[in-house]
């Protein structure tokens, strides 16, 4: 009998109307699913001290597991008290209970993603397998902060490049395996017809920085798509942008708005994992910077929100981020390091659109698939 695995997550209940941070667990709940492994997504939510507004949270949570017909696979556990920080506290779950959940961690792989399950909570599981899905400030994070990195038995990282001579990411001793993030091809359809514009959906600020030698590595989007801005208007391309943008910021707007940027509300377009999914399918492709942070590092990340669109057949024009020093060639997934590459990088997509959505449908089936990437992530945890 295949090891039981369980999906842990806390970032998605905490955050209910970001519809694309639903999919990054549910891709790997049905991928080990469909390949015939007991899995399970265990998601946490701290209340913060607002127990209201945290089952306010939980109920869209829920509504939406139950729309995906998931509803019988995961367990949603609030924390009453404390913060991820502290000791667990009084808790209350909705799906496995207490005792359940105990008994059968006792046999299970915790696949822990971007570090969710703390410490004490993790303790339980019979083996441990942290998923970093921020590569490059999530090591320098871990460097400043105790983050309990080392306290797991396999460490896996989707940034293909850490540990390369052109990152300068120092790894600290830990032996990060590499697998690419994955996307579950039945639940994306290739979409025939395509949409007129190329969108993506991001954060616009963070308020997030990592720090090394002197040097910061800005995790906030906005200077990273202000580097492109005419990009649009000299490709002659139609590019919308779904960012959480304050109404208050006129200025970043109206600087948009001037340079050829449609501008939407990703709580509207994408708030849900079924409008995300809408929203992505809908378009022409995805046009998008990285954050600053991830091009200085290079530490070879690619979007969990990317692989959807290229499952979709939607071609994808991105930054570089060193992920393409590990990736064939290809119109699906064209990345620049400048904006007279994005322009280059468009134009290639427009001489020949259909062949750039096959190649992107394609690279999706033959690198990012979750029947391509799970059994690696098995492999790697020793649970195969």
């Avoid at 649009?232 to 590019?239: C, E, L, M, Q, S």
């Avoid at 990088?345 to 029947?371: G, I, K, N």
């Amino acid at each position: 009998m295949r090891t039981p695995v369980f999906v842990g997550s806390a970032f998605v209940a905490q955050y209910p109307s970001g519809g694309g941070n639903f999919w990054v667990p549910l891709q790997y709940l049905l991928g080990l699913r469909a390949l015939g492994v007991d899995a399970h997504w265990l998601e946490l939510l701290w209340t913060g001290g607002d127990i209201a507004r945290a089952r306010g949270f939980a109920d869209a949570f829920r509504h939406y597991v139950d729309a995906l017909g998931v509803t019988e696979w995961v367990t949603l556990v609030i924390f009453l008290e404390g913060s991820r920080d502290d000791p667990p506290g009084p808790a209350e779950h909705a799906g496995l209970s207490a005792e359940e959940l105990r008994a059968r961690a006792r046999d299970a792989l915790l696949l822990n993603l971007a570090n969710s399950v703390t410490a004490p909570l993790r303790g339980g599981f019979a083996r441990t397998a942290l998923l970093d899905v921020d590569p490059g400030p999530f090591q320098l994070w871990a460097r400043e902060h105790d983050l309990g990195v080392g306290r797991h038995d396999v460490h896996l990282t989707i940034g293909q490049n850490l540990g390369a001579p052109d990152s300068p990411v120092p790894l600290g001793g830990v032996r990060w395996q590499r697998v690419w993030p994955a996307v579950h091809l039945p639940a994306w359809p290739v979409q025939s017809a395509s949409g007129s514009r190329y969108t993506t959906v991001t954060q616009w600020w963070t308020n997030q920085y990592a720090f090394l030698d002197g040097e910061t590595y800005d995790c906030n989007k906005r200077p990273g798509f202000l580097e492109v801005i005419d990009v649009p208007r000299r490709a002659g391309v139609d590019v919308e942008l779904a960012a959480n943008i304050h109404p208050g910021e006129t200025e970043d707007r109206a600087l948009l708005a001037g340079h050829g940027w449609q501008l939407v509300d990703p709580a509207v377009v994408a708030g849900t994992p079924e409008t995300f999914r809408r929203y992505v399918q809908g378009s022409r492709g995805e046009f998008s910077a990285a954050k600053p942070a991830y091009v200085r590092a290079r530490p070879g990340w690619v979007s969990d929100r990317t692989v959807c669109y290229l499952a979709s057949g939607r071609p994808c024009v991105v930054q570089a981020t060193g992920a393409e020093r590990h990736l064939p060639p290809t119109a699906g997934l064209c990345f620049f390091r400048s904006p007279d590459e994005a322009v280059d990088a468009l134009a290639r997509v427009e001489a020949d659109y259909a062949a750039a959505s096959r190649m992107a449908r394609a690279l999706a089936e033959e690198v990012f698939a979750t029947s391509a990437v799970i059994p690696r992530i098995l492999a790697a945890a020793g649970v195969a």
